[in-house]
Nanobody
Framework: VQLQASGGGLVQAGGSLRLSCAAS????????VGWYRQAPGNERKLVATINSGGSTNYADSVKGRFTISKDNAKNMAYLQMRGLRPEDTAVYYC???????????????WGQGTQVTVSS
């Protein structure tokens, strides 16, 4: 399974970015997908997940600003980020599970990460 994340960059506070995750060898229509982020000196943390059926879950810090989605036909997942803040600066990773729902499981496969930097 290979995951390729893209779409990161430098943006001013209040701006928007859309991250994309392309998968090969895994099917987002049957497996849950997640976005995680890791800021310098911090552990990697969950940002958002979406189950195979489309149910979503968000970290409290991004609720109302970020939206996770997927396109099963293209085997792509997305993270639309709006109202970006300096504290959103991190490397963002997409990951996929081997289960249709997250339900306490951990991702099995990880992408390489894409840097998001938000300037104040």
């Amino acid at each position: 399974v290979q995951l390729q994340a893209s779409g990161g960059g430098l943006v001013q506070a209040g701006g928007s970015l859309r991250l994309s995750c392309a998968a090969s060898g895994s099917t987002f229509s049957v497996n849950a997908v997640g976005w995680y982020r890791q800021a310098p000196g911090n552990e990697r943390k969950l940002v958002a997940t979406i189950n195979s059926g489309g149910s979503t879950n968000y970290a409290d810090s991004v609720k109302g600003r970020f939206t996770i989605s997927k396109d099963n036909a293209k085997n792509m997942a997305y993270l639309q980020m709006r109202g970006l803040r300096p504290e959103d600066t991190a490397v963002y990773y997409c990951a996929t599970f081997v289960y249709p729902a997250v339900a306490g499981h951990q991702p099995r496969y990880w992408g390489q990460g894409t840097q998001v930097t938000v300037s104040s």
